[in-house]
Every structure is written in structure tokens, then in C-alpha cells.
């Protein structure tokens, strides 16, 4: 009998993961040792108060707080830890002299906000004005000095930092120039592309980041550059006040291309962008937001941190390995809590067993065996339903290196290898368990795995007015496999 009726779908403990590798050990595959690490849910795209708007009435403009997000740092931590995260990142728009209003105003309660919410381990970061692109998420590593390395590149690189604007800020090789400089400090920070799709004006069409960019993002600094929201925020935009659907509203703000099942066309689309980065072999991740601002209930369009999507990282409660787990790729996303876990393992004779965001090498040709473990938890979520796993897709393609054409983004190799049902996995409590082995495996790819409460084999464009709750999805980054 199971005993977790009473708890929410995000409180759940971790397994560790040896516990996971001693039970699908095979071949003679020895478990590794339990390292510390769990699943750690987090949001590291979290708009304050300090992501202010500007009065025109000065030069330079005055900063209002509270113009644009209303909240203070304290009580979006707070809503953070009430929704089920063990870790947030404070990320706030920039503009003309912003650098100031971080290191006088929102680093000091940041401070406050950590002595307040001592058990959520807050990141300093800022949604950063990238030149020649959309916004993204800068995640500094925590330090004595974080505030001041981050107001240094806020102050050098962020596009409308400058007064008067200045224009040619606002270039590629700007960020360029920005990128290799967080990669050639000693403690780097990570850099996620934001809603990398939302000015697009239709499937496989780009409008303020293109393929080009992300390839020479990550060409110049792939320890830094590491990837996109997969999932964008703003998705309670269908939502009023009072819970009823709005039937103009868009999920994400994703008012010409919509997303798919939540998901930003860049993720979503079957060997669309995201798998032709990977088929390079690049190591590029996808993460999951809430870009809250102003919450649904009061007006805006936004959950709180946690309420629907999750952002999950294998590592120990600390800010240095959470980080590297994001930076590594130790990730899984899901939005409506559909599941609190998700473990893959990739293994081969005579190789070490690889996990989520890891490497297989294989020494020769041959099978592997992928074993998927996807907890479905019996308690409710934050709409208080109860959704359901309804199936599970391991998908797999080729990695054949860069090629000359910087705009591709198609993956023609790319496929759904297997679709997981209940006819196809076995219970054991709330953990789903299946097993694929992938036959003779002689080329270089990758394999990775998402999952859905509903009944689309592929995700379709979302409607206007679709309830965000009626569809759901997880995905798991991928774990590459290496032939030498």
C-alpha cells in the first residue's frame, strides 16, 4: 500500500541514483557509488520588483520599481519553496544603467532573501539584454564578489546598459565578445537562450535568434553558451482571475508561431533544431521556466516558481554542483508536475553505464540496452489534478559533426525508436519501468526521451485558449553514445 495520498506531486524524496543502477545493472555493469546527488527541482528565470520600468523624464531615465515584476526577492523565494524548488535564480531585465539598480537595490535583498528562505539555495543572475538576439538567462556561480563580476558584464556587454542607447552594442560580435569573456573567468557563469522562438513568425522560420547565433554562441564559449528553454514561461495566459479560460490567450506569449504542448518550436519539433544541434554532437541542453513577472491571480500571466513547470537537476545541494549540473546537462523539464523523476540508463558490454546528460562509450559495435524509470506520483498537482503518464517516447538519431550550412535545423535522422503504454512498462508503486535494447549500434548518436499525459504522438500548435493543465509533457536531455 502506498502512503503519499496526503502529499503534493513536488514533495516526493529522491531515489538515490545508485539505488537506480544497482536494480538495472546488467551485462556485468557494476553500480556506482551513491554520490550525493537527487533531483532538484528549480527556476532560474524569476523576474523581482528590480526589473523596474523607466520614466522618460529624466536623462537617463529613472528606474520605477516594481514597473514591470512587482514582487520582492523574499516572496517570490518563498513562493518558490511553498511550490516544491530547492533552488531559484533571481533574473532581472536590464536597461540604462541597470548595473546600479543590481548592485544598490536587488543584490542587498537577495541577501535578505537567502537569511529568509535558508533551506532554497538562491543564485544571483539577470535577464540579460544579449546583443543581436532575444534575452537570456545568465546564472552566475555564487561568490564573494558574484554581484560585482555580474554588474561588469552587465555593464560592458548588456545591449541597453548604455546612455544614450548605443546602437552598436546591439551586434553579434558583441555578444560574441561577452561569451568569451565569461569563458575565460576563472569561475564561469551559464548563459540560456529565453524563449528562443517566440518572434518567430512560423515553423522553421527564426525571428530574434536563428540557428547561426546559437551555433556561434556555443563555438565560443560551450561551457558558458549551453543551451534554451525548452519550455518558455508565461503560460498562464489563457488563465483569468478567477481560473476560467481566456480564449485569446496564447501560451508563452507565443503570439505568431505558438509553442507545442507547451514547448518552444526549437524543442518540440521532431528533428527540428534542437536534434540537429545535437546530430552535431553538441552538448545543447534544455531547461524549463516560469519568467514569472505577475502572477495569474493577480492579473499577469505567470505562475509562481514551481506551480507548473519544473526545472530538474541531478546534484547535491550546493550552489557550485547545481550549476554544474545545468552546465553538464544532468537535466529533466516537466510542466504540470506530470512527473517528480525521470532516470535513464544507457548500457553496453564491457562499458561504463551512462546517465542523463552522459556519455556512452562503446569500445565496439553491438547492442545497448536503455532502461527507463519515470516516477508518476499519486498526489495532486497545483490545479489539484491528477495526470497521468499516458506514454513514453525513446527517440534516438545520428551525430555526423558540424556541417557548412550554419542554418540547418533539421535532424533528417532522427526517430521515435519506441512508444511506451501501460501494455508496455511495469509498475512498482509509482515508478514506470521499461526497457528497449537498441540492436547493433555501429555509428556515433545520441538518444533521449520525453513523455505526455495526452494522446498526441507528436505535439501540435497549441490553440489560443488552450487550458495549460489539459496538456502536458516532460523531457529528458540526452545521453550521447560514442563508438571508438
Given at each position: 500500500?502506498?502512503?503519499?495520498?496526503?502529499?503534493?506531486?513536488?514533495?516526493?524524496?529522491?531515489?538515490?541514483?545508485?539505488?537506480?543502477?544497482?536494480?538495472?545493472?546488467?551485462?556485468?555493469?557494476?553500480?556506482?557509488?551513491?554520490?550525493?546527488?537527487?533531483?532538484?527541482?528549480?527556476?532560474?528565470?524569476?523576474?523581482?520588483?528590480?526589473?523596474?520600468?523607466?520614466?522618460?523624464?529624466?536623462?537617463?531615465?529613472?528606474?520605477?520599481?516594481?514597473?514591470?515584476?512587482?514582487?520582492?526577492?523574499?516572496?517570490?523565494?518563498?513562493?518558490?519553496?511553498?511550490?516544491?524548488?530547492?533552488?531559484?535564480?533571481?533574473?532581472?531585465?536590464?536597461?540604462?544603467?541597470?548595473?546600479?539598480?543590481?548592485?544598490?537595490?536587488?543584490?542587498?535583498?537577495?541577501?535578505?532573501?537567502?537569511?529568509?528562505?535558508?533551506?532554497?539555495?538562491?543564485?544571483?543572475?539577470?535577464?540579460?539584454?544579449?546583443?543581436?538576439?532575444?534575452?537570456?538567462?545568465?546564472?552566475?556561480?555564487?561568490?564573494?564578489?558574484?554581484?560585482?563580476?555580474?554588474?561588469?558584464?552587465?555593464?560592458?556587454?548588456?545591449?541597453?546598459?548604455?546612455?544614450?542607447?548605443?546602437?552598436?552594442?546591439?551586434?553579434?560580435?558583441?555578444?560574441?565578445?561577452?561569451?568569451?569573456?565569461?569563458e575565460a573567468l576563472a569561475r564561469r557563469p551559464v548563459v540560456i537562450a529565453n524563449h528562443p522562438a517566440r518572434s518567430a513568425p512560423a515553423l522553421g522560420r527564426y525571428g530574434l535568434d536563428t540557428p547561426a547565433e546559437f551555433?556561434?554562441?556555443?563555438?565560443?564559449?560551450?561551457?558558458?553558451?549551453?543551451?534554451?528553454?525548452?519550455?518558455?514561461?508565461?503560460?498562464?495566459?489563457?488563465?483569468?482571475?478567477?481560473?476560467?479560460?481566456?480564449?485569446?490567450?496564447?501560451?508563452?506569449?507565443?503570439?505568431?508561431?505558438?509553442?507545442?504542448?507547451?514547448?518552444?518550436?526549437?524543442?518540440a519539433r521532431l528533428g527540428g533544431l534542437w536534434d540537429a544541434m545535437l546530430g552535431e554532437g553538441r552538448r545543447w541542453w534544455i531547461t524549463a521556466t516560469s519568467d514569472s513577472h505577475v502572477h495569474w491571480r493577480e492579473g499577469?500571466?505567470?505562475?509562481?516558481?514551481?506551480?507548473?513547470?519544473?526545472?530538474?537537476?541531478?546534484?547535491?545541494?550546493?550552489?557550485?554542483?547545481?550549476?554544474?549540473?545545468?552546465?553538464?546537462?544532468r537535466v529533466f523539464v516537466t510542466t504540470g508536475d506530470l512527473v517528480s523523476q525521470v532516470e535513464v540508463v544507457a548500457e553496453a558490454a564491457g562499458a561504463r553505464a551512462a546517465t542523463i546528460g552522459g556519455t556512452l562509450v562503446?569500445?565496439?559495435?553491438?547492442?545497448?540496452?536503455?532502461?527507463?524509470?519515470?516516477?508518476?506520483?499519486?498526489?495532486?498537482?497545483?490545479?489539484?489534478?491528477?495526470?497521468?503518464?499516458?506514454?513514453?517516447?525513446?527517440?534516438?538519431?545520428?551525430?555526423?559533426?558540424?556541417?557548412?550550412?550554419?542554418?540547418?535545423?533539421?535532424?533528417?535522422?532522427?526517430?521515435?525508436?519506441?512508444?511506451?503504454?501501460?501494455?508496455?512498462?511495469?509498475?512498482?508503486?509509482?515508478?514506470?519501468?521499461?526497457?528497449?535494447?537498441?540492436?547493433?549500434?555501429?555509428?556515433?548518436?545520441?538518444?533521449?526521451?520525453?513523455?505526455?499525459?495526452?494522446?498526441?504522438?507528436?505535439?501540435?500548435?497549441?490553440?489560443?485558449?488552450?487550458?495549460?493543465?489539459?496538456?502536458?509533457?516532460?523531457?529528458?536531455?540526452?545521453?550521447?553514445?560514442?563508438?571508438?
Amino acid at each position: 500500500m502506498r502512503h503519499v495520498h496526503h502529499l503534493r506531486r513536488d514533495a516526493l524524496v529522491a531515489l538515490p541514483l545508485a539505488t537506480l543502477l544497482a536494480a538495472c545493472a546488467v551485462r556485468g555493469t557494476r553500480p556506482q557509488p551513491d554520490d550525493g546527488r537527487r533531483w532538484l527541482a528549480g527556476d532560474y528565470h524569476v523576474h523581482s520588483r528590480y526589473s523596474v520600468g523607466w520614466s522618460d523624464s529624466t536623462q537617463p531615465p529613472t528606474p520605477i520599481i516594481a514597473g514591470d515584476a512587482r514582487y520582492p526577492i523574499p516572496r517570490n523565494a518563498e513562493m518558490a519553496r511553498r511550490h516544491g524548488l530547492a533552488w531559484m535564480v533571481t533574473t532581472d531585465h536590464g536597461g540604462p544603467n541597470h548595473s546600479k539598480v543590481h548592485l544598490d537595490l536587488a543584490y542587498p535583498e537577495l541577501r535578505q532573501s537567502r537569511a529568509a528562505v535558508p533551506d532554497l539555495i538562491q543564485f544571483f543572475g539577470m535577464e540579460f539584454d544579449t546583443p543581436a538576439a532575444d534575452h537570456s538567462s545568465l546564472i552566475m556561480p555564487h561568490s564573494d564578489h558574484e554581484h560585482l563580476d555580474l554588474a561588469e558584464i552587465e555593464r560592458r556587454f548588456a545591449k541597453r546598459e548604455a546612455w544614450p542607447l548605443d546602437y552598436g552594442r546591439d551586434m553579434e560580435p558583441r555578444m560574441l565578445e561577452a561569451l568569451r569573456h565569461m569563458e575565460a573567468l576563472a569561475r564561469r557563469p551559464v548563459v540560456i537562450a529565453n524563449h528562443p522562438a517566440r518572434s518567430a513568425p512560423a515553423l522553421g522560420r527564426y525571428g530574434l535568434d536563428t540557428p547561426a547565433e546559437f551555433r556561434a554562441w556555443h563555438d565560443a564559449a560551450p561551457t558558458v553558451a549551453v543551451g534554451m528553454e525548452g519550455a518558455p514561461g508565461h503560460q498562464a495566459s489563457a488563465l483569468h482571475r478567477d481560473g476560467s479560460i481566456d480564449s485569446a490567450g496564447t501560451r508563452g506569449g507565443y503570439g505568431r508561431h505558438p509553442t507545442m504542448g507547451g514547448f518552444d518550436q526549437m524543442t518540440a519539433r521532431l528533428g527540428g533544431l534542437w536534434d540537429a544541434m545535437l546530430g552535431e554532437g553538441r552538448r545543447w541542453w534544455i531547461t524549463a521556466t516560469s519568467d514569472s513577472h505577475v502572477h495569474w491571480r493577480e492579473g499577469g500571466s505567470d505562475f509562481w516558481p514551481g506551480e507548473y513547470a519544473k526545472t530538474y537537476v541531478l546534484a547535491r545541494r550546493t550552489h557550485d554542483d547545481i550549476l554544474d549540473g545545468i552546465r553538464t546537462g544532468r537535466v529533466f523539464v516537466t510542466t504540470g508536475d506530470l512527473v517528480s523523476q525521470v532516470e535513464v540508463v544507457a548500457e553496453a558490454a564491457g562499458a561504463r553505464a551512462a546517465t542523463i546528460g552522459g556519455t556512452l562509450v562503446l569500445a565496439r559495435r553491438g547492442d545497448v540496452r536503455v532502461t527507463i524509470r519515470v516516477r508518476d506520483p499519486e498526489a495532486p498537482n497545483h490545479a489539484g489534478r491528477q495526470p497521468r503518464v499516458a506514454r513514453v517516447d525513446l527517440i534516438t538519431g545520428d551525430v555526423t559533426g558540424p556541417g557548412p550550412d550554419r542554418t540547418r535545423d533539421v535532424n533528417p535522422t532522427t526517430r521515435v525508436v519506441r512508444r511506451f503504454t501501460a501494455a508496455d512498462w511495469r509498475a512498482d508503486g509509482e515508478w514506470l519501468v521499461m526497457e528497449h535494447v537498441l540492436r547493433d549500434v555501429h555509428h556515433t548518436g545520441y538518444l533521449r526521451v520525453r513523455g505526455t499525459a495526452g494522446s498526441e504522438l507528436e505535439p501540435a500548435p497549441d490553440p489560443r485558449g488552450e487550458d495549460p493543465w489539459s496538456d502536458l509533457w516532460f523531457y529528458a536531455n540526452p545521453i550521447f553514445l560514442v563508438l571508438r
